[in-house]
Nanobody, 114 residues
């Protein structure tokens, strides 16, 4: 059974940085694409960033230049480094295993206060 567990969220001030982690178990890791999504209150879940098995990233325009997605194949972990946070980054952030056996984590809350 595939499990993804996010951590690292919290309450931060505008301009601060946060690093989210996603630990993956029960799944092939090194050959799989992963992604981060987020869902703000009252809004639909949106894609934030993806990473290929060879660690090539892609980003949504709203986070390009501020967020960095990375992975550690040995640890089976995916990361999202979020810098220069803004109030509009407030959301629950989800890790997702892409592909045939897609799976989601339970999410971690990030709140950015001004």
């Amino acid at each position: 059974q595939v499990q993804l567990v996010e951590s690292g969220g919290g309450f931060v001030q505008v301009g601060e940085n946060v690093r989210l982690s996603c630990v993956v178990s029960g799944s092939t890791f090194s050959t799989v694409h992963f992604a981060w999504y987020r869902q703000a209150p009252g809004k639909q879940r949106e894609w934030v960033a993806s990473i290929t098995p060879s660690s090539v990233p892609t980003y949504a325009g709203s986070v390009e230049g501020r967020f960095t997605i990375s992975r550690d194949n040995g640890k089976k972990e995916v990361y999202l480094q979020m810098n220069s946070l803004k109030p509009e980054d407030t959301a629950v952030y989800y890790c997702r295993r892409l592909g045939t056996f897609s799976a989601w984590g339970q999410g971690t809350q990030v709140t950015v206060s001004s």
